[in-house]
C-alpha cells in the first residue's frame, strides 16, 4: 500500500509539472522546503516498504524479534505522519495540521498499536510461535 501511494503520489508530481512548480523560485507556489520534504519523504516511505519486508521475513520466519519490529515500525509510522502533518502545515500554514485524511492514516496505525501491542506483548501463543 505504501509503494502504490508513494509511486502514484510522485509519479503524478513528475509527469504534471507540479515539482517544477514547487520547486522554481519563479513559482508563486514556491517554498524552499518543498524540494526537500519531497525527497525526504520519498526516501521515508522506501526505508517503510523495506521494514515492512523485513518484518515478514521475521513473521515467516517465526524469528523471536518479530513482535518487537512489529510494534516498532506501527509507532515509527506515527511518529511519521505527525511529523508530515506539522512540516506540511509550517509550508502552508494555512492547511489544517490534522485534515480527514491526516487523520484517516493516522489511525490505522494506532489502531494496530492498540489491539496488536498487548496481543504481541502478552500472548503466550505469540511467545510459543517467535522462538528462533
Known amino acids: 500500500m505504501i509503494a ?8 503524478e508530481m513528475f509527469a504534471s509539472g507540479v515539482w517544477d512548480v514547487l520547486t522554481s523560485p519563479d513559482s508563486m507556489a514556491y517554498h524552499t522546503l518543498w524540494a526537500p520534504f519531497a525527497i525526504g519523504e520519498i526516501i521515508l516511505n522506501s526505508a517503510l516498504i523495506l521494514a515492512w519486508i523485513y518484518i515478514a521475513f521475521l513473521f515467516f520466519s517465526k524469528r523471536r524479534a518479530f513482535p518487537f519490529w512489529f510494534i516498532a515500525i506501527h509507532i515509527a509510522t506515527v511518529c511519521l505522519i505527525v511529523i508530515n502533518a506539522i512540516v506540511v502545515h509550517h509550508i502552508l500554514p494555512d492547511a489544517p495540521i490534522f485534515d480527514a485524511d491526516t487523520l484517516r492514516e493516522l489511525s490505522r496505525p494506532i489502531g494496530a498499536i492498540l489491539i496488536w501491542a498487548p496481543y504481541m506483548l502478552m500472548s503466550k501463543r505469540v511467545k510459543s ?3 528462533h
Open 129 to 131: 510461535t517467535f522462538l
Open 4 to 11: 502504490a501511494r508513494t509511486y502514484k503520489s510522485y509519479a
